[in-house]
Each structure stands twice: as C-alpha cells, then as structure tokens.
Nanobody, 112 residues
Framework: VQLVESGGGLVQPGGSLRLSCAASGFTFSSYGMRWYRQAPGKERELVASISYAGGTTNYAESVKGRFTISRDNSKNTVYLQMNSLKPEDTAVYYC??????WGQGTQVTVSS
C-alpha cells in the first residue's frame, strides 16, 4: 500500500491550494479516505473525510465552507481543495485510508 500526497506549498492568506493523494496497492474504490493535519506543537486532527463512493463527506468545523474533499476512483486519487486559507491552516497535511494506511504528508504554509 502506498499513499503519496502532493500539492502543498507556501501561499498567502486568502489564497488556495489543491492537495492530491495518489493511492496504490489496494482497491481504492472500496475504502473511505480522510485528510488530517498536524501543526507544530499540536496533535494531529481530522480535517475531512469522504466515503468510498464519494457520496458522503464530513468536515471539521474549522474548515467548513472553505475546504472541499473529493475523489476520482478512476485515478485512485483523493483531493483536498483549500480556499480562503488562513495562517492557522499551516500544517503538514496527511491522507489516510479507512483501513489505516497513512501517506508521508505534504507541508502547507500560509503566510504573507
């Protein structure tokens, strides 16, 4: 199993980024997927989740209305579209499969 995140970087407050997580080694379309983040000195927190077929999504209160999770099962990829970014969104973002596999993370820094 391999999960590889990409799309992180440095962005100004109010900007946007789109994270991707490419999966391999398992039947992607059979598992829900989640995005987590961990800021320096803080615990890892769940940001968003999506069901195996994409019909159900859930978000942390802190990102509702700004972030959108989606998936393309034909590409074995889950996405996190992040808009109206704030400095407090700065963190390493990880994807995780519902059966417990993690990616290596991608850094998102929101700063002017």
């Amino acid at each position: 199993v391999q999960l590889v995140e990409s799309g992180g970087g440095l962005v100004q407050p109010g900007g946007s980024l789109r994270l991707s997580c490419a999966a391999s080694g398992f039947t992607f379309s059979s598992y829900g997927m989640r995005w987590y983040r961990q800021a320096p000195g803080k615990e890892r927190e769940l940001v968003a989740s999506i069901s195996y077929a994409g019909g159900t999504t859930n978000y942390a209160e802190s990102v509702k209305g700004r972030f959108t999770i989606s998936r393309d099962n034909s590409k074995n990829t889950v996405y996190l579209q992040m808009n109206s970014l704030k400095p407090e969104d700065t963190a390493v973002y990880y994807c995780k499969s519902a059966h417990g596999y993690w990616g290596q993370g991608t850094q998102v820094t929101v700063s002017s």
